[in-house]
């Protein structure tokens, strides 16, 4: 007769669990109502959403730093604490822009809620676990839920977008079990810190490097496409148009903070194995992507393909920090993103404002450049907020991203690589053509005669105005705040042995 | 007032906020007011400040960023004070300058230069790096907006190059900067920006040069120096009025401030190295510009040309390392904002009135417009240098200073007075002299009363300065020597710290 199992709750320490099981729960909760009553109207939805996303953060914030639990596949070291607080904030900045003035097809599904919660617990389980399995069912179910979320939109280059993204996904996916399949030949293991251990005692065996590398490989293409790195970067600005703005930003921020994360934990290991070809072809990737996509912006005519080509030169720009692996650079990425993520969702979310149902305004973009000008005399607060998002994207101080910049360029300094530091300096300053772009559209040219304050703030709302108002608040009092973030962010690096 | 500088630079921050509320109709009163008062609290400044103490005057140190040692840290010496005066005086006249029927949107226009003189006063009292680089990248964001706004036809190529190129620059300044606080992080073990606490820093030759080459980059451009001078006339060329009287007043002595405060007490020996580059580049900027500035056809880009050549002498002040040479440039830097600004104000009066700035359309003005000829011709003088000008007194000083280091450089730089003679001559006696060669320009009138409340107070200070400069020139003096013992004390090698004290000896021996 089998011996019957015997685990006490107290070891399987559901403590570490409690954000997850939230997130999950709120998400029945949203089916249930619907079930129970429908055609309630979104904003009960949306709020319900916010609610659990705060109840969410509370559990997050509660949690011990440091903490194994669940058979030790759960680990809620500092990292994972600061990338969901990341998170939880980022989501609830980006759910109330469903509470638009205008009725698009996405919303009225309680579903939308629901698949984005259980997103949110697959992000979540993403950045706590060292196992590869784990941190896999986390990344696929978030991303599962991320395709629906896209398609939702309901526009025909929203299906495209969804059906381009999951098929990268899937690539990505392949690849990543590939890369734990060798690692796992290799250790016997798929706990990263065993795996560490193990590959620490057998890198010098004959033919073993090259194994390393080929599982290093593998594992690296596979976030490379996440975080939309040259040579896999091709889906993103394609994804970013045809999903809804908000959307888009909030893909620019959340998905790739997770992402970083988890190379964090699998790249920063292999750099410390001293496999010199990983952090070589880190960097190499990082400045790429950094300067293509710069270049590529400069050439757009929509506003937010060129968003989504900055979004992704600041990827590249993260992507060299994990490269650098110090605590210094490391806890820059989460300054950088955390201080990122206002500025962008920010101005994805003037996009959101202006968002017509229809094109109106050219027969192939949404946003192009010609509507935005002359903004400043038909709405100066809307031209002065985008504006001030645009220079503080381009680095300009003392807006938010500039900290993070400085940040990064310093940790760059700090290790000897002064020439990544101009590189990035050379970046910024093309970068700054693009962004500059749009402010002389909206404030140096005369408006086109079709457009009204209607017509560009078609789709605003109070919810609307209010997350606005909360970003522009943060990119511009960033100052007053750098200090603190990044005393906590350093201290919850530094606990976790980044 | 312990407070005076923060207040000196947040005033029309705020000021400018609140603009926005402000009517239309009286946003020019607005301005005037505020930037009046913003003046008179300068010269408060000036009159409590200790002209005996060679040091910084009224620091404040508040942290900002404790664990990467950014820190807001003001503080004002000789060398910045009359800056921070000139530059206040410079927006204040330049507002009552403003023609409220020619500017459309005369609000956007006046918060716009608040902000600017915020950003101006700022860089200049800023003694935290950070600090400094924020000012001086904040500065191009109004800059860009009244160029690209009420600039001539092809504006907005020029407010973009403009920003671009003093964006690329600084941003290898920073990368130097960042660079700096590792050092200093190296050896103290703490993280800062402080600026008295970099000039403690000693540091290798070889990472001196280099350190200078990055900070070199992002004040060469601003300056701008030769080879990177060229966003400079077509900033001028498009540049409202306004615009260029800041940009040539105020925003490029951003560029040899930045040599004075950073690079010289920062990197003494690599200073010193440089000294023959420095003046190769700096002795061309001053011929070639000159020449240039001759063939122009354009009143405004001859005198966005004879500007970029006074720089040179500027420069040249900066690097003889006496007290003469650096005191004099520094006081040049003054007498240029002023001479300058009175220049581009008065092309900008006549441009107001026949919509033409190219010197063949005038001739005899001389005789339809007395008053408007005679204030010309002062400025003209004291751009040229003028024994009694305040243009004089600074050029002197420097090539006086200069001459030490090289005769020939000296003789070399001395013809620009000559060229500069020539063309502003032939400048003035093609458009003021002789008969009236355009029949449209008979009708034209002379100053009215707001044009002369802009220029008299400068014409005043031309002459004056002119005669006694020694109420500035003390204080400048004595922060000037300051900076010379610091740069010999701290230089490392034999032949630097020799030849900074055989510069300061040769003058003393005389």
Redesign the interface.
Known sequence: MLEPVKISLEALNLATLMPMLIAVAGGLIILTIDLIKENLHKSLYVMLTVLIILIDMGATLGLNVNDRGFFDVMLVDGIAIVTQIIILVASALFIPLALTSKRFHEYSYPEFFALFLFMLAGLQFMVSSDNLILIFIGLETSSLALYTLIALHNRHNSFEAAVKYFTMGALAAGFFTMGSAILYGLSGSLELNQIADVLQDRIFEPGMLALIIGGASFLLASFAFKLSLFPFHTWAPDVYEGASAPLAGYMSIVPKIAAFVVSMRIFEMFIKLNVEWVQTSILVMAVITMTLANIMALVQEDVKRMLAYSSISHAGFVMAAIAIATTKSNSAVFLYYGLFMFTNLGAFAMLWVSRHKHKVHHARFDHPYEKFAGMINIMPMGAVVMALFMLSLAGVPPFSVFWGKIYIMSSAVDVGMIWLAIIMGINSAISAYYYLKLIVYMFLKEPSTTISEETVYYNVSKPLMTVLGLTVFATVASIFFVDPLLEYITHMVQVSGY | MEHILSILIFFPLLAGILGFVVDKNSAKAYGISVAAVEFLLSLWLWASFDTTNAGMQFNEFI??????GISYNVGVDGISLFIVIMSALITLLGIILLDERKIANMK?MIVSLLFLEMTMVGVFLSLDA?IF??FW??S??PM??II??WGGPT??YA??KF??YT??GS??M??GL??I??LY?LEAGVWTFNLLDWYQLDLSVGLQFWLFLALFAGFAIKVPMFPFHTWLPHAHGQAPTIGSVILAAVLLKMGTYGFVRFSLPLFPDASVQMIPFILTLSIIMVIYTAMVAFAQKDMKQVIAYSSVSHMGIIMLGVFAMNAEGLGGSIFLMLSHGIVSGALFMLVGVIYERTGTKTMSEFGGLASIMPVYATVFGIMLMASVGLPLTIGFVGEFLVLLGFYEVSPIGTVLAGTTIIIGAIYMLTLFKRSFFGPVTNEKNRGLKDLDARELTALLPLVAIVVWLGVYPKPVLGPIDTSVKKLLVDMEYKARTPEAKETIISLQRAKEEK
């Open positions: 942290p900002i960023i404790s664990q990467f956007n950070i680089y924020l990248e904040l191009l964001v860009l907006y690209g706004a504006r907005v407010a973009v920003f671009l964006f690329a941003l290898i920073l990368v960042l660079s606080a590792y992080h």
